[in-house]
């Protein structure tokens, strides 16, 4: 299994992807200091640099990245899926 998602905090919603990756293909996922942190199935394309749900996400939960809110899921996010601008919403200029 190939490593090819990396998580910022053990608990985090997503993960960042390493590689572009394809749907339907099951991936490991690394932290930052390299251990070992599970694997997912993609259930969607998910290219490099984007983010990867690590978990399902229910609609109107905030979305942890860094071990912090990064966003508010628009819909909800299936474990495997890739979580960007269609799913998700910032909370950076959130009033």
């Not at 990396?6 to 996922?29: M, N, Q, R, Y």
């Amino acid at each position: 299994m190939k490593h090819s998602i990396l998580l910022h905090e053990k608990d985090d919603d997503v993960g960042v992807a390493v590689a572009d990756l394809k749907k339907g293909a099951t991936v490991g996922v690394v932290t930052l200091e390299g251990k070992v942190a599970g694997k997912v199935r993609l259930v969607s394309n998910v290219p490099l640099g984007h983010k990867v749900a690590m978990r399902e996400v229910a609609k109107d939960s905030k979305v942890i990245k860094y071990g912090r809110p990064v966003g508010r899921a628009v819909q909800e996010i299936a474990k495997g899926a890739h979580v960007h601008t269609h799913n998700l919403k910032t909370l950076r200029w959130s009033v």
